[in-house]
């Protein structure tokens, strides 16, 4: 595997951090064995863990208004794919990558295969892209892809789709996600129920092209572009669809697509109730789809949507397997410090979930002692779980404190000049 960081670096860095490491280590292996916890059982769970990185997460995002490019932005898939080794490499939870189509679609899909593969990377699911006109395309998304009212648009956006699962299969994906804004901004607008039933129509095309081995993902989102009515806005809806599509059809939730306050863990709980839940979108936000790094706004909330997960898993055993990515946009940090950090925090809300003791929490809801309920989750989110992640990462090879070891590797400067800016340049393609 090429490391782009030095792994000598790496090392000396962590030689340096080693021995307050090693303390902290011990300090709280003591007090989680004294909670009847063992610190090396959690330690490998820790270093089991993975969350796929958004290819378009290493470039700068951009919101409505404006863009403010970072230095050394990586200019195409081969580049992004070089700073997602870069978060892997020093996190050692992140060997997946989840490509967008078109903006990552490659002239030679093997080649891209290959240097994924000498990176040490593997590819998450693909995604597709029907929520805008790309340069060469017949016919314009403005009304609708999957939706639209007009056939040979819903044709193209299938096809679209269907050649993504084909680009998918060739770099070893196994699942497609499918996110599309359409919609209806006015009342009179769309037909509610049309829209639905031709998304539908559209659905089962893509469904039917999904090799065995394959999901399909469907990813739902409250609002936006669709300001009135959003065709798949809620897990209600992408439940349906998922169920009436067949087993092949899953639910991905994405964490900033909900109404304020929703309860989100207790959607996760549904789905994996049901069977229908295929995998995550996470990031934190504040107000709508605001794509934060992922637990610097709310992370209890991500604690609690782990904890959903380590009941379906206990309950579900290893057939309980949902997809685990990224989806962040970042305007005022360093990507890559970002996507490290978020996958981090993920990582932590994993361990912290297993912290919780599930048989004494079903006595005391077995007992209505509500109040030490509540409290025996509050005592796992508020352990900190720092030097298991640590330990964790150390024994993968990588970094004690990844950001420290990025920033002292220069990285972000050699890629500054290897990456001179061009102008207009886009991290996702949209230009
Ligand atoms: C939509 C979304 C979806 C897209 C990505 C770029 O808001 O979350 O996952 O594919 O952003
Ligand atoms: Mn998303
Ligand atoms: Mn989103």
């Not at 208004?65 to 970072?70: D, K, L, Q, T």
């Not at 990558?97 to 891209?112: C, G, I, M, Q, R």
């Not at 057939?319 to 305007?331: E, G, I, K, V």
């Not at 150390?394 to 000049?417: E, I, N």
């Amino acid at each position: 595997m090429k490391d782009l960081i030095d792994a000598g670096l790496v090392a000396e860095q962590n030689a340096k951090a080693s021995a307050q490491l090693q303390a902290d280590y011990d300090a709280l292996g003591g007090m989680l064995a004294r909670r009847g916890q063992d610190i090396e059982a959690l330690t490998s769970l820790a270093q089991d863990f993975a969350v796929a990185v958004p290819s378009w997460g290493v470039g700068t995002g951009g919101t409505r208004f404006a863009r403010f490019p970072g230095r050394g932005e990586p200019r195409n898939v081969f580049e992004k794919l070089d700073d997602c080794a870069v978060i892997n490499q020093l996190t050692r939870a992140t060997p997946a990558v989840s490509p967008h189509f078109p903006w990552d679609k490659p002239t030679d899909a093997n080649e891209l295969r290959q240097h994924a593969d000498a990176l040490g990377l593997a590819f998450d699911a693909v995604n597709s892209n029907t929520f805008q006109d790309q340069q060469s395309q017949e016919h314009t998304y403005k009304y609708g892809s999957l939706t639209a009212i007009a056939a040979a648009t819903r044709a193209q956006a299938v096809k679209h789709n269907i050649e993504c699962i084909e680009l998918g299969r060739e770099l070893g994906s196994k699942a497609l996600t499918v996110w599309v804004g359409d919609g209806a901004n006015f009342p009179g607008q769309s037909n509610l129920r049309g829209a639905l039933e031709r998304y539908l129509d559209s659905m089962r095309e893509i469904y039917a092209a999904l090799p065995d081995d394959w999901n399909v993902f469907i990813e739902h989102k409250l609002f936006e572009p669709a300001f009135y009515a959003t065709t798949i806005a809620d897990w209600g809806t992408s439940f349906a669809c998922a169920t009436a599509l067949g087993p092949k059809a899953k639910c991905l939730v994405d964490l900033g697509h909900h109404a304020p306050n929703t309860n989100i863990e207790m959607i996760v709980a549904r789905l994996a109730q049901f069977g229908k839940l295929g995998g995550f979108h996470f990031n934190d936000s504040k107000y709508g789809d605001d794509d934060l790094d992922s637990g610097s706004i709310n992370p209890f909330q991500l604690f609690l949507v782990f904890n959903e997960l380590a009941d379906a898993a206990q309950r579900d055993g290893a057939t309980f397997r949902p997809a685990y990515m990224l989806d962040q946009s970042h305007n005022v940090t360093d990507p890559i410090e970002s996507l490290m950090n978020s996958a981090v925090e993920v990582q932590r809300a994993y361990v912290q979930a297993a912290l919780v003791d599930r048989t004494r929490l079903a006595e005391l809801q077995r007992s209505n002692d509500v109040l030490l309920a509540a409290q025996a989750l509050k005592a796992a989110f508020r352990t900190d779980v720092s030097p298991i992640l640590a330990m964790a990462r150390v024994r993968k090879g990588g970094a004690v404190d990844p950001v420290a070891c990025y920033r002292a590797s220069g990285y972000r400067d050699l890629a500054a000049s290897a990456r001179p800016a061009k102008a207009g340049a886009s991290s996702s393609g949209i230009v």
